[in-house]
């Protein structure tokens, strides 16, 4: 699994000498881990392209991430509870357009892996990726230091 995530981080394109192991690789792995797997590498790339020696300095390109999957409740009760999509936040906390077109450029890049053709084949397994990417323009070190300015004595 952890060669098909770090395929996929590298853009996914496989020389024609590597697809039938790339593809017996996934066949091993299943449906539903291919997709993860697929899922994993385009989130580390995203990361890697906003962080490429990755390490962050305070006050610069300051992104938040959160992702959650809402529980579809069936109908029955023997029937199990299933996932069927996937919420992204993308938030841009400090950095300049050029970041921004980066996010953007990623959240593209995830939406696109929701796509019933990202599915598979016999049996088809994947969720529908929703990304949502905002900015906010006050950099993070005001952020941090407003509550500290407000004077709780009344």
Known sequence: MLALVLCERWGGKIPTADIEFYN???????????????????MAKGIAGLYPAGIKNVGCNEV?????????????????????????????VAGDEGTFSLVEDWKDNLEK??????FGRDPQWGLVVVVKATKSLASSKAATTLPAMVDSSG
Not at 24 to 35: A, E, F, N
Not at 65 to 92: G, L, Q, R, W, Y
Request: glycine letters at 6%.
């Open 64 to 92: 938040t991430i959160t992702a959650n999957f809402p529980i579809e409740k069936p109908d029955s009760a023997s029937v199990k509870p299933e996932i069927d999509h996937c919420n992204i936040h993308i938030h841009v």
């Open 113 to 118: 892996l929701g796509k019933r053709k990202h």
């Open 24 to 42: 017996d690789l996934s066949k091993i792995c299943g449906p539903q881990m291919r997709w993860w797997a697929k899922y994993v590498g385009r």
